[in-house]
């Protein structure tokens, strides 16, 4: 069960990533034409709607399968002096959560935007913020607590 929804986590991190990278560059390019209103709209709901589930598969992995949170709740003082187990104790999961946050918020304030500009300036603002931790937040190879890229 842990390899199987690490493994979902990790392959729709990059669904995620895509959906955040084109909800930004559409509320960039938006020019409040009705099309594009729902474009920016749509590409903002899938982003929110991912990172929704990647919030949910990660919390499962965080509180109930992951072996590393396990052996890092067991010593949380020895888990802070491990850049490994801090990374996915405090790290990831703070800038996870972030990045959800940000998309949530985001969508909220764009609704209550009065003019077209300040909808966009806000969403850019947000989905940006968000694809920038979730970025940060990510496990690349070579660092610590490093995973693979593509998990088969």
Same mark, same amino acid.
């Given at each position: &069960?842990? $390899?199987?929804?690490?493994?979902?986590?990790?392959?729709?991190?990059?669904?995620?990533?895509?959906?955040?990278?084109?909800? $930004?560059?559409?509320? #960039?390019? =938006?020019?409040?034409?009705?099309?594009?209103?729902?474009?920016?709209?749509?590409?903002?709901?899938? @982003?929110?709607? +991912?990172? =929704?589930?990647?919030?949910?598969?990660? +919390?499962?992995?965080?509180?109930?399968?992951?072996?590393? $949170?396990?052996?890092?709740? !067991? =010593?949380?003082?020895?888990?802070?002096?491990?850049?490994?187990?801090?990374?996915?104790?405090?790290?990831?999961?703070?800038?996870?959560?972030?990045?959800?946050?940000?998309?949530?918020?985001?969508? &909220?304030?764009?609704?209550?935007?009065?003019? !077209?500009?300040?909808?966009?300036?806000?969403? @850019? #603002?947000? #989905?940006?913020?968000?694809?920038?931790?979730?970025?940060?937040?990510? /496990?690349? %190879?070579? &660092? %610590?607590?490093?995973? /693979?890229?593509?998990?088969?």
């Amino acid at each position: &069960m842990y $390899t199987f929804v690490l493994g979902l986590h990790s392959w729709l991190r990059w669904l995620a990533l895509i959906a955040g990278v084109m909800a $930004t560059f559409v509320a #960039f390019s =938006d020019r409040s034409e009705s099309g594009r209103q729902r474009r920016t709209e749509m590409w903002g709901l899938v @982003f929110m709607m +991912l990172l =929704d589930v990647q919030l949910l598969l990660g +919390l499962l992995l965080y509180f109930v399968l992951s072996p590393f $949170t396990r052996e890092a709740m !067991n =010593d949380f003082g020895a888990a802070m002096r491990s850049a490994g187990l801090r990374f996915f104790a405090v790290e990831h999961v703070t800038l996870m959560l972030g990045a959800v946050l940000l998309a949530h918020v985001g969508r &909220m304030l764009a609704r209550k935007s009065v003019t !077209n500009q300040s909808k966009r300036s806000r969403l @850019f #603002f947000c #989905f940006a913020l968000a694809t920038v931790l979730m970025l940060i937040g990510i /496990p690349w %190879p070579g &660092m %610590p607590a490093g995973r /693979p890229l593509f998990r088969l």
